[in-house]
């Protein structure tokens, strides 16, 4: 069975950092494009970024209201995702969703985690 | 960035009845176009790829089409259970933008 778990999540302050974690089992996860995606207390999903396996170079790629201040990075010994985030801004509060891309070019995210929530307020 | 609009934004409907929400791109994505489902407090799950072609586990009265700027999600006969919002997603470019959402509520 596939799970994706997020840890991390909390209050922080304005300008603060913090960085969120996904657990991931039930596939090869080294193998894995992963991504992030927001969503914002009553709004939409917004797409964060995503990391490429390393096979296919490791590369990452983010939305433009977070490059330069997330970073993706991933420990495949562990299973493990990260979204390391600096720089926060009030408008980054949002439940995290860790989710893993299939389907090559076509790019779906076929499965999430459950969320974590990250509140950004003084 | 590929703009993807959604109508109608909500809509109310009975048990049996046909669903069908529409998803438009600001410019051509072929059929990299993906549908999801989220319930209240749950994260969302993956229901349509690359236009037309359901995910494993996913009943059969959902349905998508659609190429180029255009695509529809139907659902034939509603059930109790698909209550929910619906997000399309398009997969042409990055950043991989979403829809506004659609949410299906009961009449």
């Known amino acids: 069975e596939v799970q994706l778990v997020e840890s991390g999540g909390g209050l922080v302050k304005p300008g603060g950092s913090l960085r969120l974690s996904c657990a991931v089992s039930?596939?090869?996860?080294?193998?894995?494009?992963m991504s992030w995606v927001r969503q914002a207390p009553g709004k939409g999903l917004e797409w964060v970024g995503r990391?490429?396996?390393?096979?296919?170079?490791?590369?990452?790629d983010y939305a433009a209201p977070v490059k330069g201040r997330f970073t993706i990075s991933r420990d495949d010994s562990k299973n493990t995702l990260y979204l390391q985030m600096s720089s926060l801004k009030t408008e980054d509060t949002a439940v995290y969703y860790c989710t893993k891309v299939s389907g090559g070019y076509y790019h779906y995210f076929d499965y999430w985690g459950q969320g974590t929530l990250v509140t950004v307020s003084s | 960035d590929i703009q993807m609009t959604q109508s109608p934004s909500s809509l109310s409907a009975s048990v049996g009845d046909r669903v069908t929400i529409t998803c438009r791109a600001s410019q051509r994505i072929s059929n990299y176009l993906n549908w999801y489902q989220q319930k209240p407090e749950k994260a969302p799950k993956l229901l349509i790829y690359?236009?037309?072609s359901l995910q494993s586990g996913v009943p059969s009265r959902f349905s998508g089409s659609g190429s180029g700027t255009d695509f529809t999600l139907t659902i034939s006969s509603l059930q109790p259970e698909d209550f929910a919002t619906y997000y399309c997603?398009?997969?042409?470019?990055?950043?991989?933008?979403f829809g506004q959402g659609t949410k299906v509520e009961i009449k």
């Open positions: 039930g596939f090869t996860f080294s193998n894995a494009w």
């Open positions: 690359s236009a037309s």
């Open positions: 990391i490429k396996s390393k096979t296919d170079g490791g590369t990452t």
């Open positions: 997603q398009q997969s042409y470019s990055t950043p991989r933008t």
